[in-house]
């Protein structure tokens, strides 16, 4: 890494899985971590931050309130100080269903979640970078973010949505040293793909054309992260990294 | 494996093409700083030298190469000499290219300009990546790191015309996604860089016209120094990328995005 300046970084949806590997990896270069979760279980990140010698603190949120996302950014100013760099990761995984069976409240969640949530985040984190002087963004969309699965219609709409938000405030904030990137990931094992990965069908399904044969591992994805935050990637803005193993490029 | 590991280059070998200035020279010196030796190739005798100056002073071993990546031979001989000198293969950056000789609208194009183009900025890819693989299937993998451009994923016109510099760097996004299908279980990443506009000799930076349409276009409204492709090479080179392959990723400064 280029930088070993401590900084202080939030990142939502930290309970488990990308989440909770990339905030290990932002506190073992020495980053201070907020990270805000609507499950508690993400204060056990937080502790597992602090037992081996490092800062970071849990502070609950539904990503979907608006004002909650804003106690975050401010805990993390009142906590450390600053807020120098965000991982907004939170979201949710539908079950799969057709289009044309999808209920009101399912899709509706999707949005709230992995969209609305994503764009609460860039709001607070923005408006707080806009008077410090700047900072990154890494939005987490997925590779449903660019292609399409099969019954997973409001995820994939969802994600599009996380690419093109992306896009368009790494476009809007460019001159005013505010960077937002996004990254695409394919399948990760995480609690929230087991039940998938434990389909012997689904598997046979998703690696028919996935050439890499497996899944990603959580800590496979971080380093994508730690870089897209980093001072190393000063000139790269509204670009999705894709950590896929190749699933996209056939 | 801690933050420092993920993108810990230390010990590995480094191929680089177009190493005598620009992006090439800014390569090899992330690969340099990180604990790598590097093997640099350039037409350049001049500018190899300079580079090979900057990496000795980081401590890095260093093989300098003057040669023709356009020549399949050349640069056979080239990663054989490397492989000899240096024990092995680890990271290729596919990275010599040129831009259009004269550029202009394809109805006036001359046929020798576009058939040089093709030769550099394709066929050159084609032989480093072959050569490099070649030697990366016997060792158990390895990091194959293709410049492209993001005049590779758009036409340029609407700034200014290079189709053919546009038309190989598109194969080259494209070349890279097949390789990095071919390869996928070989444990080889084959990926692509999409550059904007870097302070390099590409380009007539010093002309003022020149720089107020490219700063115009990029909504960073700034080039980038050439310093700030390093972060994103040695991402590509380091094991912060083991699950990323076939992929292009653009630094730009906004510019795709918008």
Redesign the interface.
Known sequence: MTSDVSRSVMITGAATGIGRATALAFAERGDRVTIADIDARAADTAAAIREAGGRAQFIECDVTDRAAVQRVVDGALAAYGALDAAFNNAGVLPKPQPLHEVDAASLNLILDVDLKGVFHCMQAQISHFLESGGGAIVNTASVAGIIADPEMSPYVAAKHAVVGMTKAAAVEYATRNIRVNAIAPGLVETPMTRAWLEDDAFRAAMFQHNISGRAARPEEIAGTVLHLCSDAASFTNGAVFVVDGGHTAH | ????E??DVSGKVAFVTGAGSGLGRAMAEAMAENGANVACFDLDPEGLTETATLLSRLGADVLTFTGDVADEAQVDAAVAETVARFGSLDIAFANAGIGDPEPGFIHEYDSANWRKVVDVNLNGVFNVNRAAIREMMKTGGGKVINTASMWGLAGSSSVFPLPAYNATKGAVVNLT??L??QY??SNIQVNAICP?F?LTALGPYDDAEFMEAVTGF????RV?DPA?????A??LA??????????A??????C???
Do not use: C, H, Q
């Not at chain 2, 700030?228 to 994103?232: F, P, Y």
């Open positions: 494996m801690t933050a420092n993920i993108f996604r097949e990095g299908l996928a279980r904007g870097f990029t909504p960073m409204g980038a700030e492709i390093k972060g994103t040695l991402y380091s094991s912060a990328s083991d699950f990323v392959t076939g992929t990723l653009v630094i730009d400064g906004g795709m995005a918008k």
